[in-house]
């Protein structure tokens, strides 16, 4: 298929939604709508919410999901859930009527994507669920070896956000938000990059700034090494930074839309050339301009896209599987939503690992090969 089929394609299995218009229609949640990949070994995609009707794009036989409901079978039993910062405030939501309706006892580890796939790689742990908010640590790091299959179920889009009184917090604006943050008396903070994506999404957000798109970049190369002098990390995930920020410990954050929208601290719209939330083939190929080197990997620009997973080691599989249904449901989504995230509708699965997908999930899922500029 060639590429502006495919995104043509990535068109017609998501709804076709301006990043405004989710802004507008998720009561105060702002969030960034699209999502997809390209490029060098490390692509990333995702979609926006999801459409009316789903149809079998991939001619896989997949279910229509538009009245699709959860099983709500019991499976009993406990599990963990090892899950990314940004999802801890719907998995938190969720958690309660899940296991109500599915007769499941979970305990959640919240924690940097990273962190949490190497408690699994590197640690020998085990856990019913992995949530990551980058589903290429799935893709590259616990696919073959300790999973077999992954689902793209919700996205999200990098912001700026600050307490009234900030410095320069009265000047402000989507167009001049570099200018502010990289005066003398300004701290900008965000999570660490070698553990959370947060954190090297954050990075290259201000690398994209400098970057030619359309004929234009937003600030010279000078404005984006100061914007990296006034950086810096403090201890935690994105969950934490809002702490620090109401203390003024920090004057700005960087970090995911639907944390933002959610907290009711002021906060930045950014440009879709630099929130990494667009899945054109235009955009995936300026998104991979930037590039961020930590002690535990190199890591290239892509559109947002978050991934789920049950792990071969899970102790309890069927209740991962079920985990991962119940956000694939009108109920499941639309708690996404509430948190200020915009779900996948249907979920996504590889085709190449359709025959591993769990029947209960493979009911709610959309087997694909690619999705726009991506390669699944």
């Given at each position: 298929m060639k590429q502006r089929e495919q995104d043509e394609h990535w068109r017609q299995v998501v709804r076709s939604q301006s990043r405004r218009d989710v802004l507008k229609g998720v009561s105060a949640a702002g969030l960034a709508g699209l999502a997809?990949?390209?490029g060098g070994g490390g692509s990333e995609g995702a979609?926006?919410?999801g459409t009316e009707e789903v149809t079998d794009s991939a001619g896989d036989g997949s279910t229509d999901t538009s009245t699709e409901e959860s099983s709500g079978s019991e499976v009993g039993g406990s599990m963990t859930i090892f899950h990314a910062g940004s999802l801890a405030p719907p998995f938190s939501e969720g958690e309660p009527q899940f296991e109500e309706e599915y007769g499941v006892d979970v305990t959640r580890e919240a924690q940097g994507s990273v962190a949490s796939t190497q408690k699994i790689t590197q640690q020998g742990r085990t856990a019913a669920v992995l949530g990551v908010s980058d589903f290429r640590l799935i893709r590259d790091r616990i696919v073959p070896e300790f999973g077999e299959w992954y689902a793209i179920f919700t996205t999200n889009s990098m912001s700026i956000q600050y307490r009234e009184d900030s410095p320069g917090a009265d000047e402000i604006s989507a167009d001049n938000w570099w200018e502010v943050l990289?005066?003398?008396d300004v701290t900008i903070g965000h999570s660490d990059p070698a553990v959370d994506p947060g954190g090297y999404r954050a990075v290259m957000t201000q690398q994209l700034g400098a970057e030619e798109f359309?004929?234009?970049?937003?600030?010279?190369d000078s404005t984006y090494q100061a914007l990296r002098e006034n950086s810096t990390v403090p201890t935690g995930t994105e969950t934490n930074l809002e702490g620090q920020l109401k203390s003024g410990e920090l004057d700005y954050v960087f970090y995911y839309q639907s944390i933002s929208s959610t907290s009711g601290l002021p906060y930045i719209d950014l440009q879709?050339?630099?929130?990494l939330s667009q899945a054109t083939s235009e955009y995936a190929e300026h998104y991979a301009k930037?590039?961020?080197?930590?002690?535990?990997?190199t890591f290239v620009g892509a559109p947002i896209a978050y991934g789920l997973t049950v792990p071969s080691v899970a102790e309890n599989p069927e209740a991962g599987a079920a985990w991962v249904e119940y956000f694939a449901t009108d109920e499941?989504?639309?708690i996404l939503k509430e948190q200020g995230l915009v779900p996948v509708d249907p979920i996504v699965v590889p085709q190449s690992g359709k025959d591993a997908v769990p029947d209960r999930v493979m009911r709610v899922a959309s087997a694909q090969s690619t999705l726009g500029p991506l390669d699944l």
């Amino acid at each position: 298929m060639k590429q502006r089929e495919q995104d043509e394609h990535w068109r017609q299995v998501v709804r076709s939604q301006s990043r405004r218009d989710v802004l507008k229609g998720v009561s105060a949640a702002g969030l960034a709508g699209l999502a997809g990949c390209s490029g060098g070994g490390g692509s990333e995609g995702a979609t926006a919410t999801g459409t009316e009707e789903v149809t079998d794009s991939a001619g896989d036989g997949s279910t229509d999901t538009s009245t699709e409901e959860s099983s709500g079978s019991e499976v009993g039993g406990s599990m963990t859930i090892f899950h990314a910062g940004s999802l801890a405030p719907p998995f938190s939501e969720g958690e309660p009527q899940f296991e109500e309706e599915y007769g499941v006892d979970v305990t959640r580890e919240a924690q940097g994507s990273v962190a949490s796939t190497q408690k699994i790689t590197q640690q020998g742990r085990t856990a019913a669920v992995l949530g990551v908010s980058d589903f290429r640590l799935i893709r590259d790091r616990i696919v073959p070896e300790f999973g077999e299959w992954y689902a793209i179920f919700t996205t999200n889009s990098m912001s700026i956000q600050y307490r009234e009184d900030s410095p320069g917090a009265d000047e402000i604006s989507a167009d001049n938000w570099w200018e502010v943050l990289t005066r003398d008396d300004v701290t900008i903070g965000h999570s660490d990059p070698a553990v959370d994506p947060g954190g090297y999404r954050a990075v290259m957000t201000q690398q994209l700034g400098a970057e030619e798109f359309q004929g234009e970049r937003l600030y010279d190369d000078s404005t984006y090494q100061a914007l990296r002098e006034n950086s810096t990390v403090p201890t935690g995930t994105e969950t934490n930074l809002e702490g620090q920020l109401k203390s003024g410990e920090l004057d700005y954050v960087f970090y995911y839309q639907s944390i933002s929208s959610t907290s009711g601290l002021p906060y930045i719209d950014l440009q879709p050339e630099v929130d990494l939330s667009q899945a054109t083939s235009e955009y995936a190929e300026h998104y991979a301009k930037a590039e961020v080197e930590t002690g535990s990997g190199t890591f290239v620009g892509a559109p947002i896209a978050y991934g789920l997973t049950v792990p071969s080691v899970a102790e309890n599989p069927e209740a991962g599987a079920a985990w991962v249904e119940y956000f694939a449901t009108d109920e499941g989504r639309e708690i996404l939503k509430e948190q200020g995230l915009v779900p996948v509708d249907p979920i996504v699965v590889p085709q190449s690992g359709k025959d591993a997908v769990p029947d209960r999930v493979m009911r709610v899922a959309s087997a694909q090969s690619t999705l726009g500029p991506l390669d699944l």
